[in-house]
């Protein structure tokens, strides 16, 4: 049995061997599909790059698959990474979740893709499920989390549009009230308070979504998933408008430094990336989010008037975009 089968199959003993849970069993392979889903659209739309796999085993338990895309036509960098990783809970994350002697699994799908072309946004989505177990292997808490945002370098506002459009057309099928409230927690969210600003457009943020007398798990499965089966629908037409557009050094140059930005609030102030390195998570899938292409200029501003400066009006002041 090779390597990448030895694994999977590793992978798929532990899952089994946890305490039941046939809402962690539907979505660990809903997540697997939808994996193959997102890379084959964006093989398709980049013509050039395909993913690399690289199966991986956490030693404390579970493990992983990474698919990074590198040095394509249409995307420079990008990773649609799946992940099952279980054990004891980190004397840090015990603390923060007030509980003691207490285990976990944690899986999801998690993506960046960093376009070439500077006028094609970057993007960023996961879908997460978390359960927590006493001693004895019964499940103490359970909980779903994720979403999707979108970071431009230039403002095409069909774009913002569009994005927030399926978003919102995801979120009614659930709840009416949906998508106000995770519009406003991932402008919330995302937010550089070291530089006062958003990193990007924003989207839809959700976390620790519970059972209640309003809504079960199933409930929130269906919602998670309806999300991310709307990921395709959202991205996918704005990177098709915008790839093959003509560019600049400068544009170049500006889509660099902005980058700095999204690389600011991954290492400062982001939790998944906290929670990946505090669980001692697999370093090279939790920094798959950084860019190749990276600038830090010196107290850098945009000249007043010009399109850069028409992006940052709109990332000092959330807008509403349907």
Request: with cysteine.
């Amino acid at each position: 049995m090779s390597h990448e089968n030895s694994a999977t199959a590793d992978i798929k003993t532990f899952v089994d061997n946890l305490p039941d849970s046939s809402i962690r069993d539907q979505f660990y392979a809903y997540i697997q599909g939808l994996q193959d889903r997102i890379t084959s659209k964006l093989e398709s739309i980049d013509g050039k790059a395909s993913f690399h796999q690289d199966v991986w085993i956490r030693p404390e338990g579970g493990g992983g698959r990474t698919r990074v895309i590198e040095n394509g036509k249409v995307f420079e960098k990008g990773g649609v990474n799946i992940s099952a990783v279980h054990g004891e809970l980190p004397p840090t994350m015990q603390q923060y979740f007030g509980v003691k002697d207490a285990n976990f699994f944690a899986c999801g799908l998690s993506l960046v893709i960093h376009p070439k072309n500077p006028f094609v946004p970057t993007v960023h989505a996961n879908w997460r499920y978390f359960e927590m177990y006493d001693k004895e292997g019964a499940i103490v808490d359970q909980w779903f989390g994720g979403g999707q945002d979108l970071t431009p370098y230039y403002l095409f506002e069909e774009d913002a549009r569009h994005f927030h459009h399926v978003c919102k057309i995801a979120c009614d099928h659930h709840d009416l009230e949906f998508y106000g409230k995770y519009k406003k927690r991932c402008d919330e969210y995302f937010w550089n308070a070291h530089r006062n600003e958003a990193r990007g457009l924003g989207g839809l943020f959700f976390d620790y979504c519970k059972a209640s007398e309003e809504k079960s798990m199933e409930d929130w499965h269906n919602f998670v998933t309806e999300v991310g089966n709307s990921f395709l629908e959202a991205y996918t037409p704005i990177v098709e408008r915008r790839k093959d557009l003509d560019y600049t050094k400068n544009h170049r140059d500006w889509q660099e430094v902005r980058r700095g930005r999204y690389v600011e609030f991954n290492l400062v102030h982001d939790k998944g990336t906290l929670f990946g390195l505090r669980t001692n998570g697999r370093i090279e899938s939790i920094l798959m989010s950084l860019p190749p292409h990276v600038q830090w200029r010196y107290d850098h501003h945009p000249e007043a008037g010009s399109a850069e400066a028409k992006l940052l009006d709109v990332l000092k002041n959330p807008v509403d975009w349907v």
